[in-house]
Structure formats: structure tokens, C-alpha cells
């Protein structure tokens, strides 16, 4: 079956730094993989998604993730973090019959002045 | 209207009460979802509905658990005889398609406090 593993519940970063969220799957074929985020109190939020169209995937608010099917990952970094990116984060893949997401156990981004 | 509106945003409620939850997905979105979001659990998927048919119920978590939804549209989530282990967010989302890799947007949720 597949499904996404988060390493890290929380991940602490300094303003400016780079941000690395790790994501692996587990799947026997080409996954369907995105990454979501939640800001306190609200509900996700797409980030990016990955769809076998191109290896490295650009979202919004700066962030991208490359999928490597070599390592099965598919990590989820920003060069620069800004204070507004602390929320958590949550990759899931997309499964069976009407390709409803299962998701990683998320992880805390918080961001240090 | 724009986005996935649920209500009530908030609720809460006394052990042993039914509670209906309500979801209006985005305008002309054929599939719609429910998920349970909860400290010890996480992100859980609960049913999908393909208009409104219910072809994938592996989530709901007990018989006291059910969803309908009607015109392709509107759906509720009833929960029976609620527990304390049932408060938890739930989480509505919608899609425009059916198939994996589709892009799925979700609710602000409805927070559920079982006292």
C-alpha cells in the first residue's frame, strides 16, 4: 500500500536559513505526491504536487520539492526562510479510487528571528 | 462560492449527543472528502463521494459515523451518540476530477468538542 513517511514532527530554523522538510513514500508504481501546509487554526493549504511531469516541482511562497525515485523522497525546501512560513507541513500521496490523499504525520516548521 | 465553506466552524457538544456537520464544496466539484485531523491520529481519511455516491467508506471509524450527500453537492456528516474520543477537526475538501494526482482543496474545518 502506499503511503508517506515525515521524518522530524518538528523542524526549528533561524530567519534566513534554509528550510528542509523530509518526505519518503512507499509505493510500488510512479506516485502522485504533495505537500500541503497549515497555518494555525486554518485548514491546508496546496503547496505543490508532483505528477511524474517534471522531477523538480516549484510551489508558492518560494518552496519546491524534487522527487527522487532513486531514494524514494521527495524533500520539500525553501532557500530562505521568513518568519511566515512557521506552520506545519504535511506530504501525502495520492491513493485509490478517487485519488483521496493519505497523508505523513506532519511536521512543525517554526522560524527564530 | 470560492472556496470550501463547513459549518459549524465550532461545536461544542455534550457525550452522548448526535452533531451534524456540514459541507459546501467548491462550485461544480464532483468529488468531495472527509477527514478527521487529531493529536493522536493525524490526518485521517474518513469517506469520498463521486456526486453522490459513497464508493470508498473505509475510513469512518465506527457505525456511528455516516454521510450523505445530495445533489452533488451539499454534504453532512452525522456523527451518533458521540464519544470524547470523537472531538477532533474535520476536515471537508473537494475536486473538480476523480482520478489520483487530482488537486483536492480543503475546508477551514469544523472544530468538535465532546464534553
Known amino acids: 500500500a502506499q503511503s508517506v513517511t515525515q521524518l522530524g514532527s518538528h523542524v526549528s530554523v533561524s530567519e534566513g536559513a534554509l528550510v528542509l522538510l523530509r518526505c519518503n513514500y512507499s509505493s510500488s508504481v510512479p506516485p502522485y505526491l504533495f505537500w500541503y501546509v497549515q497555518y494555525p487554526n486554518q485548514g491546508l493549504q496546496l503547496l505543490l504536487k508532483?505528477?511524474?511531469?517534471?522531477?523538480l516541482v516549484k510551489g508558492i511562497n518560494g518552496f519546491e520539492a524534487e522527487f527522487k525515485k532513486s531514494e524514494t523522497s521527495f524533500h520539500l525546501t525553501k532557500p530562505s526562510a521568513h518568519m511566515s512560513d512557521a506552520a506545519e507541513y504535511f506530504c501525502a500521496v495520492s491513493r485509490g479510487q478517487g485519488g483521496k490523499l493519505i497523508f505523513g504525520q506532519g511536521t512543525e516548521l517554526s522560524v527564530k528571528p | 462560492g470560492a472556496g470550501v465553506s463547513q459549518s459549524p466552524s465550532n461545536k461544542v457538544t455534550e457525550k452522548g449527543k448526535d452533531v451534524e456537520l456540514r459541507c459546501d464544496p467548491i462550485s461544480g466539484h464532483t468529488a468531495l472528502y472527509w477527514y478527521r485531523q487529531s493529536l493522536g491520529q493525524g490526518l485521517e481519511f474518513l469517506i469520498y463521494?463521486?456526486?453522490?455516491?459513497?464508493?470508498?467508506k473505509s475510513g469512518l471509524p465506527s457505525d456511528r459515523f455516516s454521510a450523505e450527500r445530495t445533489g452533488g453537492s451539499v454534504s453532512t456528516l452525522t456523527i451518533q451518540r458521540t464519544q470524547q474520543e470523537d472531538s477532533a477537526v474535520y476536515l471537508c475538501?473537494?475536486?473538480?476530477?476523480?482520478?489520483?494526482?487530482?488537486?483536492?482543496?480543503f475546508g477551514e474545518g469544523s472544530w468538535l468538542t465532546v464534553v
Open positions: 508532483y505528477t511524474s511531469a517534471a522531477t
Open positions: 475538501a473537494s475536486s473538480h476530477d476523480r482520478g489520483s494526482g487530482n488537486t483536492i482543496y
Open positions: 463521494f463521486q456526486g453522490n455516491s459513497a464508493p470508498d
